[in-house]
């Protein structure tokens, strides 16, 4: 069962439709290389759209953990399933019935195979609109349409309480951070007028990276070990008993 796969898509003001991490799953230890990243240049990405890892070494481009004996890799993008996600994301963001308050949306068809998408998105003074859009996709990569609902159909309750936990926990997160902002800025407003016109006239529009937005360098690194276990828990009730 290595065709089931989490991402995390954000729609990035600069550069659009843009995958932020996909994690995969191997049942061959050696096969697991394959979907490991070298090092690649960044300079195509932003701050808003692009993975940071907490080492804070810049050559670190995947996550890989093994669980019940199945490894799992987390990466920037699908070195194997490039054109798919990419595909999938378009799609994602260009849907005319998709919404940004945690309720799912599902479409299936022979290219992308059956996806289960949940948006949300969080205020930002410094994004377009003042704010910036998130999705949690869930794909099976599969031809065969009835096995697929069969699988998101037998554990939906599971996905998208998966899913709807690490929503709330970005957003209590950001939430966290927009009082701290705002308990600065009232210390702000305390000081002399020509210091705190100073401070506000050198606000300007940024690109803004989840882990700014949360103030949790472990922000990626969470979804990683929460997106393992789902994918864990699907693969195993998903495999023959």
Known sequence: MDNILISLAH???KHGPRILLVTQSSQNGARSD???LPDYPIDSYCESCLLHFPQGNETIRSMRSTLDEKCYVTTQYSSIRYQLMNSIIRRCFSEETMVY??????FY?????LNLIMGFKLYDAN????ERRYCFILTIDSKDSDAAMKILSNNWNFIIGGFFKMINHINESHNKELKN????RDHTNGLSPLMSNY?????SKLAKN???LTNDKNIFLKMHKWNTYLLNMLITNASPK
């Open 101 to 106: 308050d945690n309720m799912p949306l599902v």
């Open 127 to 130: 994004a377009r609109g003042n």
């Open 210 to 212: 989840l882990v700014e």
């Open 199 to 203: 401070l506000r006239g050198n606000k």
């Open 11 to 13: 729609f990035c003001d």
């Open 181 to 184: 902002q705002s308990n600065e």
């Open 34 to 36: 394959d979907l490991l």
């Open 109 to 113: 068809d022979q290219l992308r195979g």
